[in-house]
Protein backbone atom coordinates (compact mmCIF):
# COMPACT_ATOMS: atom_id res chain seq x y z
CA UNK A 1 0.00 0.00 0.00
CA UNK A 2 1.18 3.40 -0.82
CA UNK A 3 1.72 5.51 2.66
CA UNK A 4 1.98 8.95 0.71
CA UNK A 5 -1.08 8.14 -0.91
CA UNK A 6 -3.26 7.26 2.28
CA UNK A 7 -1.48 10.82 3.77
CA UNK A 8 -3.03 12.46 0.55
CA UNK A 9 -6.70 11.43 0.87
CA UNK A 10 -5.89 12.67 4.77
CA UNK A 11 -5.29 16.36 3.16
CA UNK A 12 -7.68 16.23 0.21
CA UNK A 13 -10.88 17.35 2.60
CA UNK A 14 -8.86 20.57 3.56
CA UNK A 15 -8.39 21.84 0.44
CA UNK A 16 -9.94 25.03 -1.20
CA UNK A 17 -9.31 26.67 -4.40
CA UNK A 18 -9.52 29.82 -6.12
CA UNK A 19 -8.58 31.49 -9.51
CA UNK A 20 -8.75 35.08 -10.11
CA UNK A 21 -7.02 37.16 -13.54
CA UNK A 22 -7.12 40.65 -11.91
CA UNK A 23 -3.70 42.39 -11.85
CA UNK A 24 -4.06 42.56 -8.06
CA UNK A 25 -6.20 40.59 -5.18
CA UNK A 26 -6.20 40.37 -1.39
CA UNK A 27 -7.39 37.70 1.18
CA UNK A 28 -7.82 37.83 4.44
CA UNK A 29 -7.93 35.31 7.43
CA UNK A 30 -10.36 36.52 9.83
CA UNK A 31 -9.98 34.52 12.91
CA UNK A 32 -10.94 35.18 16.78
CA UNK A 33 -14.03 36.84 15.76
CA UNK A 34 -15.81 35.28 18.65
CA UNK A 35 -19.35 36.80 17.34
CA UNK A 36 -21.42 37.74 20.92
CA UNK A 37 -18.41 38.65 23.00
CA UNK A 38 -16.39 40.60 20.44
CA UNK A 39 -16.52 44.35 19.50
CA UNK A 40 -19.61 44.21 17.73
CA UNK A 41 -19.06 47.68 15.51
CA UNK A 42 -15.31 47.45 15.20
CA UNK A 43 -15.93 43.57 13.31
CA UNK A 44 -19.30 45.20 11.56
CA UNK A 45 -17.25 48.19 10.32
CA UNK A 46 -13.85 46.41 9.44
CA UNK A 47 -16.01 43.24 7.31
CA UNK A 48 -18.08 46.06 5.61
CA UNK A 49 -14.68 48.10 4.35
CA UNK A 50 -13.06 44.73 3.73
CA UNK A 51 -16.16 43.88 1.15
CA UNK A 52 -15.80 47.46 -0.30
CA UNK A 53 -13.07 46.70 -1.94
CA UNK A 54 -13.96 44.60 -5.28
CA UNK A 55 -11.23 41.98 -5.65
CA UNK A 56 -10.59 40.96 -1.53
CA UNK A 57 -11.71 37.60 -0.46
CA UNK A 58 -11.93 36.23 2.57
CA UNK A 59 -11.45 33.07 5.43
CA UNK A 60 -13.65 32.66 8.17
CA UNK A 61 -11.14 31.24 10.69
CA UNK A 62 -11.69 29.25 13.80
CA UNK A 63 -13.68 30.89 16.74
CA UNK A 64 -16.21 33.22 14.91
CA UNK A 65 -18.53 33.13 17.23
CA UNK A 66 -17.88 32.67 21.35
CA UNK A 67 -19.92 30.17 22.31
CA UNK A 68 -19.51 30.54 26.19
CA UNK A 69 -21.15 27.62 28.32
CA UNK A 70 -21.53 27.48 32.28
CA UNK A 71 -17.53 25.71 32.37
CA UNK A 72 -15.82 27.47 29.97
CA UNK A 73 -13.08 30.54 30.80
CA UNK A 74 -15.63 33.46 29.17
CA UNK A 75 -18.72 34.01 30.34
CA UNK A 76 -22.57 33.31 29.08
CA UNK A 77 -23.45 36.31 31.52
CA UNK A 78 -20.70 38.51 29.64
CA UNK A 79 -22.24 37.83 26.35
CA UNK A 80 -24.63 40.23 24.01
CA UNK A 81 -25.79 37.48 21.79
CA UNK A 82 -26.32 34.07 22.92
CA UNK A 83 -26.77 30.56 21.61
CA UNK A 84 -27.98 29.65 17.91
CA UNK A 85 -28.29 33.01 18.02
CA UNK A 86 -24.57 33.82 17.29
CA UNK A 87 -24.38 31.74 13.81
CA UNK A 88 -27.99 33.25 12.61
CA UNK A 89 -26.42 36.44 13.01
CA UNK A 90 -22.93 35.93 11.56
CA UNK A 91 -24.77 34.06 8.91
CA UNK A 92 -26.55 37.10 7.58
CA UNK A 93 -23.30 39.21 7.62
CA UNK A 94 -21.60 36.77 5.12
CA UNK A 95 -24.31 35.56 3.33
CA UNK A 96 -24.60 38.55 0.51
CA UNK A 97 -20.89 37.99 0.38
CA UNK A 98 -20.87 34.01 0.20
CA UNK A 99 -19.54 34.22 -3.34
CA UNK A 100 -16.29 36.24 -1.97
CA UNK A 101 -15.72 33.49 1.46
CA UNK A 102 -13.57 30.81 0.43
CA UNK A 103 -13.37 28.51 3.49
CA UNK A 104 -14.55 28.19 6.90
CA UNK A 105 -12.74 26.20 9.40
CA UNK A 106 -13.35 25.03 13.22
CA UNK A 107 -12.11 26.62 16.48
CA UNK A 108 -12.12 25.67 20.14
CA UNK A 109 -15.13 27.85 21.15
CA UNK A 110 -17.86 26.50 18.81
CA UNK A 111 -16.74 22.88 17.51
CA UNK A 112 -14.30 22.18 20.10
CA UNK A 113 -17.12 22.29 22.92
CA UNK A 114 -20.15 21.18 20.62
CA UNK A 115 -18.90 18.51 17.83
CA UNK A 116 -17.23 15.70 20.74
CA UNK A 117 -20.04 16.07 23.06
CA UNK A 118 -23.22 16.78 20.82
CA UNK A 119 -21.93 15.58 16.98
CA UNK A 120 -23.26 18.99 16.35
CA UNK A 121 -20.54 21.41 13.92
CA UNK A 122 -21.76 24.82 14.09
CA UNK A 123 -18.85 25.69 11.24
CA UNK A 124 -20.25 23.42 9.19
CA UNK A 125 -24.19 25.10 9.90
CA UNK A 126 -22.89 27.91 8.92
CA UNK A 127 -21.79 27.27 5.85
CA UNK A 128 -25.13 25.66 4.99
CA UNK A 129 -26.60 28.57 6.23
CA UNK A 130 -24.84 30.79 3.30
CA UNK A 131 -26.11 28.45 1.16
CA UNK A 132 -22.26 27.13 0.64
CA UNK A 133 -21.41 23.79 2.39
CA UNK A 134 -18.63 22.95 0.72
CA UNK A 135 -16.70 25.86 2.18
CA UNK A 136 -16.28 24.01 5.73
CA UNK A 137 -12.96 22.51 5.48
CA UNK A 138 -12.57 20.70 9.16
CA UNK A 139 -10.00 21.68 11.42
CA UNK A 140 -7.55 23.61 8.76
CA UNK A 141 -7.54 24.39 5.01
CA UNK A 142 -4.99 24.67 2.98
CA UNK A 143 -6.13 27.45 0.57
CA UNK A 144 -4.28 27.43 -3.24
CA UNK A 145 -5.17 31.31 -4.37
CA UNK A 146 -4.23 31.78 -8.18
CA UNK A 147 -3.93 35.84 -9.10
CA UNK A 148 -3.08 34.98 -12.62
CA UNK A 149 -0.51 32.55 -13.20
CA UNK A 150 0.65 32.71 -9.65
CA UNK A 151 -0.16 30.45 -6.95
CA UNK A 152 0.15 31.71 -3.42
CA UNK A 153 -0.42 29.09 -1.02
CA UNK A 154 -2.53 30.03 2.57
CA UNK A 155 -2.26 27.66 5.48
CA UNK A 156 -4.81 28.27 8.43
CA UNK A 157 -5.30 26.07 12.00
CA UNK A 158 -7.26 27.79 14.61
CA UNK A 159 -5.21 26.12 17.84
CA UNK A 160 -1.87 26.89 16.36
CA UNK A 161 0.96 26.01 19.34
CA UNK A 162 2.71 29.03 20.61
CA UNK A 163 6.17 27.86 19.49
CA UNK A 164 8.49 29.28 16.33
CA UNK A 165 8.55 27.50 13.04
CA UNK A 166 5.65 24.75 14.07
CA UNK A 167 3.88 25.09 10.64
CA UNK A 168 7.19 25.11 9.00
CA UNK A 169 6.62 21.73 7.42
CA UNK A 170 3.60 22.48 5.80
CA UNK A 171 5.59 25.20 3.43
CA UNK A 172 3.04 28.02 2.42
CA UNK A 173 3.64 31.39 1.17
CA UNK A 174 1.47 32.75 4.52
CA UNK A 175 0.72 30.53 7.60
CA UNK A 176 -2.17 32.14 9.52
CA UNK A 177 -2.11 31.23 13.28
CA UNK A 178 -4.91 32.24 15.51
CA UNK A 179 -6.40 30.95 19.04
CA UNK A 180 -3.97 33.02 21.17
CA UNK A 181 -5.29 36.51 20.49
CA UNK A 182 -1.94 37.68 19.00
CA UNK A 183 -1.67 40.56 15.79
CA UNK A 184 2.32 40.50 14.43
CA UNK A 185 3.85 38.50 11.71
CA UNK A 186 7.02 37.52 10.83
CA UNK A 187 9.20 37.14 7.37
CA UNK A 188 10.92 33.97 7.29
CA UNK A 189 12.68 32.70 4.03
CA UNK A 190 12.70 29.42 3.01
CA UNK A 191 14.33 27.26 0.04
CA UNK A 192 12.47 25.76 -2.71
CA UNK A 193 14.41 23.62 -5.39
CA UNK A 194 14.50 24.46 -8.96
CA UNK A 195 14.81 20.42 -10.33
CA UNK A 196 15.08 21.38 -13.68
CA UNK A 197 18.16 23.69 -13.39
CA UNK A 198 19.19 22.32 -10.51
CA UNK A 199 19.49 25.61 -8.17
CA UNK A 200 17.71 26.27 -4.87
CA UNK A 201 15.51 29.07 -4.78
CA UNK A 202 15.02 31.23 -1.84
CA UNK A 203 11.63 32.66 -1.02
CA UNK A 204 10.35 34.92 1.50
CA UNK A 205 6.89 33.81 3.30
CA UNK A 206 5.05 34.94 6.19
CA UNK A 207 3.71 33.64 9.45
CA UNK A 208 0.92 35.76 10.63
CA UNK A 209 -0.57 35.63 14.24
CA UNK A 210 -3.79 36.96 12.51
CA UNK A 211 -5.22 39.21 15.58
CA UNK A 212 -8.94 39.37 17.15
CA UNK A 213 -12.00 41.19 17.50
CA UNK A 214 -12.46 40.23 21.15
CA UNK A 215 -11.07 42.89 23.71
CA UNK A 216 -10.03 42.44 27.32
CA UNK A 217 -13.05 39.76 27.98
CA UNK A 218 -13.67 39.25 31.94
CA UNK A 219 -11.63 35.95 32.07
CA UNK A 220 -8.58 37.29 30.18
CA UNK A 221 -8.85 40.35 33.58
CA UNK A 222 -9.02 37.51 35.95
CA UNK A 223 -5.88 35.87 34.46
CA UNK A 224 -3.81 38.98 33.97
CA UNK A 225 -3.95 38.28 30.32
CA UNK A 226 -1.71 41.24 28.44
CA UNK A 227 -3.75 43.60 26.50
CA UNK A 228 -3.53 42.77 22.48
CA UNK A 229 -3.98 44.77 19.43
CA UNK A 230 -7.23 44.24 17.38
CA UNK A 231 -7.98 43.75 13.82
CA UNK A 232 -6.60 42.03 11.21
CA UNK A 233 -3.69 41.53 8.11
CA UNK A 234 -4.49 42.05 4.64
CA UNK A 235 -2.32 39.88 1.97
CA UNK A 236 -1.77 41.68 -1.70
CA UNK A 237 -0.76 39.56 -4.50
CA UNK A 238 0.34 40.38 -7.67
CA UNK A 239 -0.09 38.49 -10.84
CA UNK A 240 2.69 39.03 -13.91
CA UNK A 241 5.58 39.14 -11.69
CA UNK A 242 5.12 37.22 -8.37
CA UNK A 243 5.20 40.00 -5.71
CA UNK A 244 3.31 39.86 -2.16
CA UNK A 245 2.76 42.18 0.51
CA UNK A 246 1.06 42.25 4.25
CA UNK A 247 -1.28 45.48 5.45
CA UNK A 248 -2.45 45.82 8.81
CA UNK A 249 -5.92 46.52 8.39
CA UNK A 250 -5.38 50.29 9.86
CA UNK A 251 -2.18 50.30 6.72
CA UNK A 252 -4.60 49.10 4.27
CA UNK A 253 -7.25 51.40 4.70
CA UNK A 254 -4.69 54.30 4.64
CA UNK A 255 -3.18 52.73 1.54
CA UNK A 256 -6.80 52.62 -0.37
CA UNK A 257 -8.22 55.91 1.20
CA UNK A 258 -8.67 56.96 -2.68
CA UNK A 259 -10.08 53.42 -3.97
Known amino acids: MNKELILNNELK????????????????????????????????????????????????????????????????????????????????????????????????????RRKHEVYFTPEKMLATLIGKPELYKGEMCFLYFNVGKNCYVHFVQHQSPKREGVWDWVNADVTWREHHHLKYYKERVVIEHNKFEKFPVPRVCYEVWCGTFQGWATYAKERGYRLGTLGCYICEMHSGKRKMFLWDDDQFRHLMKNF
Open 13 to 112: QHIATFRTNQEVAYFVNLGDIHWGLCHKELFEKTFEYLMSVPNLYVGIGGDFANGATKLSKSDVTEEWSVGDNQIYEMAEILKPYADRILYIIEGNHMAG
